[in-house]
């Protein structure tokens, strides 16, 4: 095997284990973060919502109903943030194939 052929050969070969890489990662947000947020993001949703059998909200109104409306916050903006996060591996990926 001449040099150029080894060349070739360890480039696809480092292009493969970065796309392995990125896939796991990606497989790895989706299943230990994504989902977790999602299920937080449903029960925060569920507890701040007012709609109640007497009419009340669920938490009580003061500090820990506020507590609770800026946590949900929070998670939507992680949640927004890890899909910007998905882009970027998603681009990093098909981006091996232009170099």
């Known amino acids: 095997m001449n ?3 080894k060349l070739i050969n360890s480039k ?3 292009i493969s ?5 990125m896939g796991n990662v990606r497989n790895d947000l989706f299943d230990n973060v994504a989902l977790a947020l999602s299920r937080i993001e449903g029960r925060l949703t569920f507890l ?3 709609d109640t059998l007497d009419g009340k909200p669920r938490v009580a109104e003061g500090h820990s109903q506020e507590v609770a409306k800026q946590v949900q916050q929070e998670v939507a ?3 927004k943030a890890l899909d910007k996060i998905f ?9 091996l194939f232009d170099s």
């Open 3 to 5: 040099t150029t052929t």
């Open 12 to 14: 696809w070969d480092a």
């Open 17 to 21: 284990s970065a796309q392995t890489t």
């Open 48 to 50: 701040n919502s007012d």
């Open 77 to 79: 903006d992680t949640r």
């Open 87 to 95: 882009v970027q591996l998603t681009d990093g990926k098909n981006s």
